[in-house]
């Protein structure tokens, strides 16, 4: 998880232009889901960079309040940002339970995610649990070699389906291709953001490239 979110000084926001209350929206670090929309005053988010957890004003109770601090349900920080008028907040975060009163997920029922994401996330779960019956623990038990080995498959039929075959066997070969190969990641320690990061150093560079 990154840290690079202590260092942000809440005295670089335009607290006057909000009157005080910044409004702050929290992002599924995962699955890049909306989650909430809340507000923080300077103390607030003070003491969510200094805590990790997210920390809100809360307009009717007219105090700070913690997310989670009586459900448990709280919201760990992975990076927070600021807009370019410096008067909203984005923080990517790693909700423990649902983030809506209600019990769902999110306070927006609609709310678009990534399912990569999402899925990247429940194979991770998998993995540590290993539930019985699951065609995902018995890839993890049979071993990265043999997931490898799945991949190699998938990857030629893929290509196949790609060269001969209709569409929807095309989509069908891709995605069981992307499933497996997720779990060959997580097999070694290893996410699909990792993967995802490399090819946005690759897009940055030679983007640079290009502008010089």
Not at 123 to 146: A, M, V, W
Not at 177 to 187: A, G, M, P, Q
């Amino acid at each position: 998880m990154s840290t690079e979110f202590k260092a942000l000084d809440p005295a670089t926001l335009d607290w006057a232009k909000v009157d005080g209350l910044m409004p702050v929206i929290v992002q599924d670090a995962t699955t890049l889901r909306v989650l909430m929309l809340g507000y923080m005053d300077r103390d607030a988010l003070e003491k969510t960079r200094d805590s990790g957890k997210i920390t809100f004003f809360s307009r009717t109770k007219k105090r700070l309040w913690t997310k989670g601090e009586t459900s448990g349900n709280h919201l760990d920080v992975v990076d927070i940002r600021v807009d370019c008028d410096a008067d909203t907040v984005l923080i990517s975060a790693i909700p423990h339970g649902p983030t809506c009163h209600t019990g769902s997920a999110s306070c927006f029922s609609t709310a678009p995610g990534n399912f990569l994401g999402a899925l990247d996330a429940l194979i991770k779960q998998r993995e540590h649990d290993r539930p019985l019956n699951s065609y995902t623990t018995k890839l993890f038990e049979q071993g990265p070699r043999y997931i490898a080995q799945k991949v190699g498959e998938e990857g030629v039929e893929t290509a196949l389906a790609g060269v001969v075959q209709r569409d929807e066997d095309l989509l069908g070969e891709s995605a069981d291709l992307l499933f497996h190969l997720i779990v060959l990641l997580r097999s070694r320690g290893l996410s699909l953001d990792a993967a995802v990061a490399v090819l946005e150093e690759r897009h940055a560079k030679a983007a640079e490239k290009t502008a010089s």
